[in-house]
């Protein structure tokens, strides 16, 4: 849209095209007197997320996996109405569309490799364990009568 705050970028290079997002504007709830009864303030941003060619595939993929509960025959919506002017509401979907993409197609964090406990970690645990058992042996009610 003409005037709109620039690219809103996902990661690197990549950013949401412009030609690619359908904007809705409805009455929005909430504070604003008589102003939020006649104007469009509320916004609905949609992105084709399954026909889009800005993202690279194998963030696609990894986008359209993680998001199918969001999806809708492959579009993703996000709706701001928090602002009372309309020109806020967009830069806040947008901006929250940009960090949801870059959320849902962002690596997989590393795999987790698991270590092994070092023998003398174990051997001083079971030493300890066992000069504890008889700390608590001898304090028994043996010889207390």
Do not use: C, Y
């Not at 003409?2 to 290079?13: L, N, W, Y």
């Not at 020109?87 to 901006?95: K, L, S, T």
């Not at 070092?118 to 030493?127: A, F, K, T, V, Y």
């Amino acid at each position: 849209m003409d005037g709109m705050s620039g690219p809103h970028v996902i990661r690197g290079s990549v950013a949401l095209p412009e030609a690619e997002l359908v904007w809705r504007f409805s009455r929005s709830s909430g504070p604003g007197g008589q102003h939020v009864n006649t104007t469009d303030t509320a916004v609905e941003l949609r992105f084709d997320l399954a026909r889009t060619e800005a993202l690279p595939d194998v963030w696609k993929r990894r986008a359209l996996e993680r998001l199918a509960g969001r999806l809708s025959d492959g579009v993703v919506s996000v709706r701001a109405s928090e602002h009372r002017s309309q020109w806020r509401n967009r830069e806040a979907a947008a901006v929250r569309l940009a960090a949801l993409l870059a959320e849902a197609t962002a690596p997989p964090p590393k795999q987790r490799r698991p270590t092994r406990i070092p023998r003398g970690i174990n051997e001083r645990r079971l030493r300890e364990k066992k000069q504890r058992a008889q700390t608590k042996r001898g304090r028994s009610a043996r010889g207390w009568e």
